[in-house]
């Protein structure tokens, strides 16, 4: 490898694509029979039970709010207090993430929601490419 060529970054889940462009997001699955969705491909739809492959979708970058916990104790190495949230994103899917950028005691269920992808935390493989993760921040001007 030369010391010009950057490697490409790499997913941080499963469920993060990164596109030839570098631009990442969320892949979600939807039954091609009753529309239900998924954050992972499985043999049946778990909603209807059909037995159609799962078709891959891009998933909405906003959402809300649906539960959230502050969390004051942690790993070495992982400033607290930080907020973890559940969020519904528009298209059905729920994440699990934190959320940043907020003041811990005006999160709200409900409270709109963007999803932001990052560096992960710094984290790179073996061969120097960082990874890619994601949280979320509250959408500008809406409560």
């Known amino acids: 490898m030369s010391a010009s060529h950057t490697p490409s970054p790499r997913p ?5 694509r990164v596109g030839k462009d570098l631009q990442a997001w969320i892949a979600g699955y939807r039954c091609p ?3 239900a969705v998924a954050l992972q491909m499985t043999l049946a739809c778990r909603h209807c039970s059909s037995r159609k492959p ?3 979708f891009r998933a909405a970058e906003r959402g809300s709010i649906y539960s959230w916990t502050v969390v004051e104790r942690s790993y070495p190495g ?6 973890s949230v559940i969020v519904d994103l528009d298209d059905g899917l729920s994440l699990k993430g934190t959320l940043r950028g907020a003041d811990r005691d005006a ?4 409270m709109p929601v963007s999803l932001v992808f990052d560096d992960a935390g710094s984290a790179v493989d073996a061969d120097g490419a960082a ?10 001007g809406e409560k």
């Open 33 to 35: 029979d009753c529309g």
């Open 107 to 110: 999160v709200r269920a409900g």
């Open 12 to 16: 941080a889940t499963g469920f993060i």
């Open 131 to 140: 990874y890619i993760g994601y949280h979320f921040t509250p959408v500008a």
């Open 78 to 83: 992982i400033p607290v207090p930080f907020v």
């Open 54 to 56: 799962l078709q891959e």
